[in-house]
């Protein structure tokens, strides 16, 4: 596998705050405040679309509700955190309706929560306070675009993989060969039904990305894009090749040995595949190829009747 060299990209865009708020009102309350302030506010209305939004958005900061309608605004900031794609340098804040209790207080930061915001909120300072942030997670930034390597399993980042995938495409659209995507994140399941599937174990994710470098080829762009997803931008293979490969990454995952926290759960497997189409040949847009797949993984996920899933069966309407 090639490794990318290092370069910089400046950055002078606004900062971009994720907000995840039901409620109209504090939404219009935040909105009043960041707007002015220079700051371009990305609307989610659920603990799902923040999630989802946080993923693609680049944030510099997130801003939660304790009270969404689908999932708990702790349990959303948990989850921020574990996302690789979005990083511990990113600020996340609670916002309450009002004075939260310390036990409320210590389960948020124990979330990893950067700050609980209680209504109403003083918008000056939270101006004040959003931009050292900003500051200093583009700091972070900057440090980080030079290596387009994840430290841990020596895969490429997801930036690594826009620009090696943005490479193959070029290469493809050259040689009129297809191109194929592929997202693919492991669960666990107690059940051994799709009701119950949870996240694996850190050392599962290893092991899987293990596999995945061992099964995939030489040509084959090899990432990693969160705590237990990987992606493979494979040439010149269509759909049906893509799902041949990961049957036989299915296939060795199921037989690894359970750690304590996967003990007595069986493994599985859920993929999304993106075929570049002749528009991102044309293009040469990685980072979209990289987001279809990512949609289909999620689409695979939510709908849990198919183990794997492509681009094209994506509804228009999945959010």
């Known amino acids: 596998m090639s490794r990318p060299s290092s370069t910089a990209e400046p950055s002078a865009r606004p900062p971009i705050v994720v907000i995840g708020v039901e409620q109209e009102w504090a939404a219009r309350s935040l909105e009043s405040v960041l707007g002015p302030g220079g700051v371009a506010v990305v609307r989610a209305y659920s603990g799902r679309q923040t999630l989802d939004l946080a993923e693609v958005a680049a944030p510099d900061v997130v801003v939660v509700d304790s009270r969404l309608p689908d999932i708990d605004g702790i349990d959303v900031c948990r989850a921020l955190r574990e996302e690789r794609r979005i990083g511990a340098h990113v600020p996340v804040v609670l916002t309450t309706s009002g004075p939260a209790p310390r036990d409320f ?34 700091v972070v930034d900057d440090a980080e675009r030079v290596s387009l390597v994840d430290l841990e399993s020596g895969l490429y980042t997801y930036r690594g993989l826009s620009r090696r995938a943005k490479e193959v495409l070029f290469d493809a659209a050259r040689r009129q060969t297809p191109v194929t995507c592929i997202a693919i994140s492991p669960m666990a ?43 493979i931008v494979a040439p010149m293979t269509g759909s049906v090749g893509a799902a041949e490969l990961v049957e036989r990454i299915r296939d060795r995952l199921v037989t690894l040995p359970r750690t304590t926290g996967d003990r007595g759960a069986r493994l599985t497997l859920r993929a999304g595949l993106a075929e570049a189409s002749s528009r991102l040949l044309e293009a040469r847009d990685g980072n979209d190829l990289l987001v279809q797949a990512s949609t289909a993984l999620r689409f695979a996920q939510s709908t849990r009747t198919n183990a794997v899933r492509t681009f094209a069966e994506v509804p228009t309407t999945f959010v």
Do not use: C, N
């Open 105 to 138: 207080m210590r389960a948020a930061y124990a979330a990893g929560v950067w700050s609980v915001w209680e209504q109403p909120i003083d918008g000056e300072l939270m101006l004040l306070r959003l931009q050292t942030w900003v500051d200093a997670k583009r």
């Open 189 to 231: 399941s107690r059940s051994g039904t799709p009701d119950d599937e949870l996240p694996v174990s850190r050392e599962i994710a290893v092991e899987l990305g293990r596999i995945v470098s061992a099964e995939a080829r030489g040509s084959d762009v090899v990432g990693r894009m969160g705590a237990s997803d990987f992606v």
